[in-house]
């Protein structure tokens, strides 16, 4: 088949649908399809498009407009001209908002299939700007196949599009990459992690990702440790702070100058296994989330995690068993979660190993790319 798989992201762009994207994308050609990738990029000039290689992948850059419906517009003609170069078999649309619209629309026009896919913020926060849920709901209504990567967005995509019938396809994540090791002790004491136990988040650190809540959280493990300084728990946030949210961590860090905070800046993909293998608790502490790449990557490398029970995480975690759930928004049970962790080495193998054999029997990216292409052939077969 001929894919085209439209986006907002694409490695290395940060976030995590330019991780799911490329790994899409290079499993699919992986598995012997042609794919290119389109996506709006603000590096490209207004009204332009530049063409880059990814090994086997064609990425399509356009330059955005300062109007949107002027890149929504010339994103459905630029969609047209890939097909009359590419005689494309179908479009998949990553993001249910401008990605999935622009999908559905191009789709409908050159009749062919689309398929488009729920990932997070576009169910959960898009869908209620009154300026976007028509074409949400549009698109959830005139896709040939809705994808959800979590349960929940399944259910709220079919709260939003009577009809609409999502299959539940999850993240995937690589276990040889992203695997058990030794620590790497001259990382750690690049970072300052020595002689204290690790609490880590991986990913840009920002409010919807529960930076609010992890402080205060910290602070509270912290004195409930009552360890003196350099032997408190420290706090490792690999993927730095969101621009708008950097004023939390300053003031945070004003009011308690005793606790240690790292910030790492943004890590490059492939380079995230030795950062992972540094902590001893991971924690993600999420308000809203789909599946984030941070805990099925932290699961592989057998890590003990402690999860908001919100979005995918309840999708992979079985309270307990494999990682711990706390109630989202809940401080006092995420210190809580962290103190049990922290404070007990045989608790932590214990979840961290039960962790990697989930990933590793559920969540290969073989399965992945195996149920998209269930999807693709199916639409197929109907149009």
Known sequence: MNILVLTDKYSPDVGGLAVSTRRLAQGLTQAGHAVCVSLPASSVAPGAVTASKDADVTVYRLGPHRRADDTLADWFDHVAALHARHH????HGMYIAQPAFVAVAAARHLGIPSVIS???NDLDRAAFDPGKFSQISWSLQNADAVTAVTTGLARKARAFAPGCNPRFIPNSVDATLFAPGPR???LAVSLGLTGAPVIAFVGEARQKKGLTILLPAFARLCAQVGAPPGHRPILLLVGGVRQDDEPILDVFCRQNPALEV???PHVAHEKLPPYYRLADVLVI??????????????MACERAIAASDVGGMPDVLQGGVNGILVPPGDLNALADAM??????????AEL???ARETVASEFA???EIERNLEIYQHVMRKT
């Not at 494309?88 to 479009?91: R, V």
């Not at 502490?285 to 932290?298: I, Q, T, V, W, Y």
């Not at 103190?339 to 932590?348: A, E, F, H, I």
């Open 88 to 91: 494309l078999h179908l479009i």
């Open 118 to 120: 729920a990932r997070g």
């Open 184 to 186: 790497d002790e001259a």
């Open 262 to 264: 790292h910030a790492v």
């Open 285 to 298: 502490p999420s308000l809203r989330d789909g599946m984030p790449n941070s805990l099925l990557e932290a």
């Open 339 to 348: 103190l049990t962790l922290s404070s007990d080495p045989s608790r932590r």
């Open 352 to 354: 961290g190993r039960a």
């Open 365 to 367: 990216p073989a399965k």
